[in-house]
């Protein structure tokens, strides 16, 4: 009776676990799927990988799919797993990766802001390495160029007072930095290469007709003016003379590529 007893505890240990491994394979399948199809996936990795991150999802829901039938089937383990399967590690892991996945339920994903970053990393408006200059698009018009094209733009060709009275029409968010005049804010974008952890600020410094303190920090802008060369911080810059300022909704994509 004694050797029964363990032998159905172990059995129970078993199928546990099997549907443990089965809920957290669905789980993240079905994250990964909301993601996608609640527009929230562009936060987080680069439009490029959408398919492979789909592809992914179809697997997972398949593969435990496959491992629900076989447990059904009572052939997803043999005896001489038993005990293997049964061990803490399995089903300590499984756990983990199903709470994980509830939690991206529960948590809905947001774009970055200026809020992550800092003052080093924004202050040097365009000297951001893991930005490729290779991709600026120099044909472009100076008033199609967004944001970015202009970073990139700068550099390649850093020297400011080659840009100054071409036309400019840029969006971003609204960056204060307490080391400028109140006049002057950062407009700014993320550049994302793969994902979000990969993301780097970029940014020009805008020249506004009043005091920055009438544009909150994560505000989204759009500006046209014309492109002048400023002292800041001791360095030559390249920034935006605003004319036109308007308030703008958070962009369904606020990333750069």
């Known amino acids: 009776m004694k050797g029964k007893s363990v032998q159905?505890?172990?059995?129970?240990?078993?199928?546990?676990?099997?549907w443990l491994d089965v809920l957290a394979i669905t789980a993240w399948g079905m994250l990964l799927l909301k993601y996608w199809l609640t527009d929230k996936l562009i936060y987080l990795i680069h439009p490029n990988y959408f398919i492979l991150s789909n592809l992914t999802a179809f697997i997972l829901l398949l593969a435990a799919g496959?491992?629900?039938w076989q447990i059904l089937q009572k052939r997803s383990a043999t005896s001489s797993n038993v005990?293997?399967?049964s061990t803490l590690s399995p089903r300590l892991g499984s756990g983990i990766l199903l709470l994980t996945a509830l939690l991206g339920f529960l948590?809905?994903?947001r774009p970055l802001t200026?809020?992550?970053t800092t003052p080093k990393e924004i202050a040097d408006f365009t000297a951001l390495s893991r930005i490729k200059i290779q991709a600026f698009r120099s044909s472009t018009l100076p008033e199609e160029r967004n944001l970015i094209d202009w970073v990139r733009m700068l550099n390649a060709y850093p020297e400011p007072d080659k840009f100054a009275g071409q036309k400019a029409k840029v969006k971003g968010f609204v960056i204060h930095l307490n080391t400028l005049p109140d006049d002057i804010l950062v407009l700014a974008r993320f550049v994302i290469t793969h994902c979000a952890l990969?993301?780097?600020p970029a940014g020009l410094p805008i020249k506004l007709p009043q005091s920055r303190q009438t544009y909150?920090?994560?505000t989204w802008l759009e500006i046209e003016g014309q492109m002048i060369t400023l002292e800041l911080e001791g360095k030559r810059e390249l920034a935006i003379q605003a004319k036109f300022i308007k308030p703008i909704p958070e962009p369904k994509n606020p990333y750069e590529y």
Do not use: F
Request: hydrophobic residues 40%; glycine residues 4%; neutral net charge.
């Open 8 to 18: 159905i505890s172990k059995s129970n240990l078993l199928a546990i676990t099997n």
């Open 114 to 116: 200026g809020e992550y």
């Open 66 to 68: 496959v491992k629900a």
């Open 83 to 85: 005990q293997h399967i």
């Open 216 to 218: 909150p920090t994560n």
């Open 198 to 200: 990969d993301a780097a």
């Open 107 to 109: 948590i809905v994903p």
